[in-house]
């Protein structure tokens, strides 16, 4: 399920080549998938787009009601208004399943992971900016945090703030680096964006470094039979500016099998575990999400990011298995509907 954008030649919002790997990936296995818009759904219309092998297109055509939902709608204002919350009360009454029933702000996934005993260790401090005081007094607290929107992705609109011994604020952005006089300074100048986004703060963790740049683990995860499992592990590396590994913002992809080790890899299998029986119990069922882990000097490892909808790897990899992993998903949820 995506919603309309009439960008696209479409009329389509989302991932189209996503959604094309994975209705293939379907195919081959014998189940009939498609794309539909939650306005087609709203309206009833009973359209939808499949592949035209013939035609080496999308084609818009009549479509029987689903019995499974992958929710990849792109805009969070979309998924916020009344109009789909009520598709969704719909879906449910109709016990039709969605998996990744939507995004969340990042303040809620840190309340919500922090009540785990097994996932707060993992977890750096974390606060929602409401007042000047608030942030002040988490930042004389720990002299180094970030600031994030609570609602952005890729790396947009992060920033690193640190205390300087003269009560000075140094700001480092993607963008370069900025410097105010005194906290009062930075707030009267940043004051509106920080409130309008709902930005967090979060303590900053002294990374551990590869070739004198940051990096951070990308850890895909799916659920199969009762437990979400890790189906895929990457790593990210900063270039151009040590603020965040994000590709768009200059990162890098780096071989996850040169830091890999069993101590890690079960690390990795206890947060993923963890990670989705909080979030649906939190938030509704994930199928599928990812965490971006950074780890300090110490080998310390931190959840610094859970993504409800994640982009496409850019290993071949982890994407054929991403493809695999949510075939099987909608086999495991979709089938038992279909049987008498």
Not at 144 to 154: A, L, T, W
Not at 295 to 301: H, R
Request: net charge positive; aromatic share 12%.
């Amino acid at each position: 399920m995506t919603c309309q954008n009439k960008k696209n030649k479409f009329g389509i919002a989302g991932n189209l080549p996503l959604f094309y790997d994975l209705h293939q990936e379907l195919l081959k296995h014998g189940i009939f998938s498609f794309i539909f818009t939650a306005e087609d759904a709203l309206a009833n219309t009973g359209l939808g787009l499949v592949y035209s092998a013939d035609y080496e297109t999308w084609m818009k055509v009549s479509v029987p009601k689903p019995c499974v939902i992958y929710n990849r709608i792109p805009f969070r204002s979309f998924e916020e208004s009344a109009t789909f919350q009520s598709l969704l009360n719909d879906f449910k009454a109709r016990n039709i399943s969605v998996f990744n029933p939507g995004f969340f702000h990042k303040y809620d996934m840190f309340a919500a992971l922090a009540k785990s005993p097994g996932l707060s260790p993992f977890l750096p401090e974390t606060i929602l900016l409401s007042t000047s005081q608030v942030l002040k007094d988490f930042l004389e607290n720990h002299r180094e945090i970030y600031v994030k929107p609570g609602k952005g992705n890729r790396g947009s609109g992060i920033a690193a703030l640190s205390l300087t011994n003269q009560s000075a604020i140094m700001v480092k952005k993607t963008s370069g680096t900025e410097t105010y006089p005194a906290f009062d300074d930075y707030w009267k100048s940043e004051a509106d964006r920080l409130i309008r986004k709902k930005y967090i703060a979060q303590r900053a963790i002294e990374p551990r470094k590869l070739r004198g740049h940051r990096f951070d683990y990308r850890i895909l995860v799916h659920y199969q039979n009762g437990v979400h499992l890790v189906t895929g592990k990457a790593v990210r590396m900063s270039q151009t500016q040590e603020i965040t590994t994000h590709i768009p913002r200059g990162g890098k992809l780096y071989p996850y099998n040169r830091l890999q080790s069993a101590e890690l890899d079960e690390q990795f299998k206890t947060i993923a575990e963890q990670c989705g029986i909080i979030l649906s119990k939190s938030f509704g069922f994930f199928g599928e999400f990812s965490i971006d882990i950074g780890e300090d000097l110490n080998g310390n490892l931190f959840i610094y990011e859970v993504n409800a909808k994640p982009m496409q790897f850019d290993e071949p990899e982890i994407e054929a298995a991403r493809h695999k992993h949510l075939r099987k998903i909608f086999r495991e949820i979709g089938l038992p509907k279909l049987l008498p």
